[in-house]
């Protein structure tokens, strides 16, 4: 017979050996039907040697008797599956290498199971290990500050404006809107916008600054679209952030990053002409200086507010966001990642981190102008992030507006009923009465009315304050009610001027009427008098305002401390602002006389140990000045900033008509060189 017959045979027998198995095991199951059903697979080996057989050499016949004896030795063993086999050979490998070893394979072989066994834990412990500890860190991290973070994430995407006029207009609409920008032909001349458009060239020519608009004299294409805060502008000039940076201060166990934003030395001396220029009372020096350093951050401020007082919003926009870019394109590289997360924060009391705030929020009084108040709500919850626990612009008494002008109801409900906000806002009327409406918008009428009858009970005087300004009827529950205190009246005010328009609409309306109807005299519950006076944050939000009705209603001392719109109001406990900065009008009033005596004392007997000459006699060389300070291991920064901070206080205390011993050496300033303060920076920039 034939090897191909063999192995024909062979393998009907494994197959009739297999079906049997089967059967048996089908009976036993009460499944027999189904298996039998089965058809026997063939694999694709055993298809693949079938035509191989197939063709396979007449030759091999000849073969014949010993192929016969092996086939009839094969039909009468019984038939044996090839599972073994692999098992013979680790086997043989296993005795191979023992053999190989020259020692007891029984020892070895417990030792390699031992091994195994080890390994096996090894893996194991590291596994639960890592596990563990993330268990830990994740215990570690506060569970609400993780919570607060998700809830204050930022959508970079929704902090530009032209995205949401993109989603609200098209691209059509906004295309059109830059064509009716550009400059028209002057072909009526003597009309009244040309007259006006005179009238602004200078601040036209601040927005240009000294190197022109355009495509060649403009910014890259790239660095337009990667700045997270605002996509920059062809036209703006191309030069530097002028040594504006951010840099990381602390990161806290609670995962978030204290971030702060710094300057350099050339920052700091337009800084110090910045306050010069403000001093003076010029706005051509301002423009001028704008000219010069075309990002420089309080510039832009300034002149963004003259700009707004002359009624030039669209230039008064444009110079917020050029200061924005300009922040954008400090940031830190991880500033990004962490704001998305909800994890970035910014001390306030750093004056340097005040200039952030303070752009955003003019921005965002900008951007309400234009109804995008999507973006202005990302833009309140991005400052709301920054210091969550301070709020030091006081957003929660107009974030409840942006939210639900912005249709953000559930984002606002979540936000404002977390554990971390829940007892700030309490008693806050526009909060409980803005949940109310949301829920009822968001589609929980009853759960909505419900929160809302509860806040107008404890509120009837915000109530009936409203009602007024929408030329409603209050109910006899809510008429004739008003506020007890200062800051009730304040509250009042607030809500009911912003949300006049929120609760304008019919549905809103019949809403609040059948609400505040519903409330019976004898069931009110007002709310305890409001504690304490209006807080500093409280009325650094209404000097923000700009609305003089508002102000009236503030305590007299905030209003007294208000020395310079580029620092409203700054927090009692901020920083000092560095050496070397020129000291802000905003600051003035953060020194008493006695701290100016004293400050000046101090710097006079350093210098006076330093430099034997000073404050009498001819002031020497600068070359001799830099030698002397560098054997007695004194920088020429830190001597210049010495002498700078001397040169403010003595400024300071003149102007206040204080009585000073001490003279500064460089009164009489020598127009060549710029006087021995002057030189002092330029040697340091030659070292440099």
Known sequence: MSSRALRKAQREREEQDRLS??????????????VLTQPAKKSAFAMLGEEEDEAEDEGTEAKGEHNN???????????????????????KRKKKGKSGGGTPSKEHAVEDEQMDEIDKALEQLSTNGNASLAATTASGVDRETEEVSKLLSIDTSHLHAQNEMRRLFGRAALEQQDDDEQPQNAAAGGNRRQQRRVQQVGLAQALRGQQGGGRQGGL???????????????????????????????KRADGTILYRYVHN?????????FSIAVESMDPNRLILLLQQNPYHIATLLQVSEIAKQDRNHSVSGDLLERALFSFGRAVHSSFSKTLAEGKARLDFRRPQNRDFWLASWRYMQNLSMRATWRTVYEWAKLLLQLSPDEDPYALWLV???????????????????????KQR??????????QGLAETRAGNKSKGQQALFTAIGRYPWVIFRLMQELSLDPPPAIWGKEPRTEREKLYSELYATRAKDVWGTPEASALLVETASALQPDTQTAAAEAEGEISESEARHVLLSDTPSLISLIPRHFTEQLASSSDPLPPSDTYAAPEGTGISPANHSQLSNDEIHVELLTLSSWLEDVFPWFPHGEEPPVDEILQTAQENNVEPGELGARLRRFDQLRQMALTRGLHIETETPFDQVDAEDGGLRARVDDAEDAGD
């Open 425 to 434: 806002v309490k008693d806050m009327p526009n909060v409980q009465l803005s």
């Open 21 to 34: 198995k089967v059967e048996g095991a089908a009976q036993e199951d009460g499944d027999e039907d189904d």
């Open 220 to 250: 890259a294409a790239m660095a337009l679209r990667r700045n997270i805060f605002i996509h920059g502008k062809e036209e703006w000039p191309n030069a530097t952030g002028g040594g504006l940076g951010m840099e990381v201060e602390e």
């Open 265 to 273: 030395t050339a920052y700091l001396d337009v800084q110090r002409q």
């Open 399 to 421: 974030l409840d507006q942006y939210a639900l002008r912005a249709r953000q109801d559930l984002d606002y409900l979540n936000l404002s009923r977390n554990a971390m906000f």
């Open 69 to 91: 004896s092996d086939a009839q030795q094969i039909l009468r063993e019984p038939a044996t599956e090839s599972v073994p086999k692999p098992s013979t050979k680790k086997k």
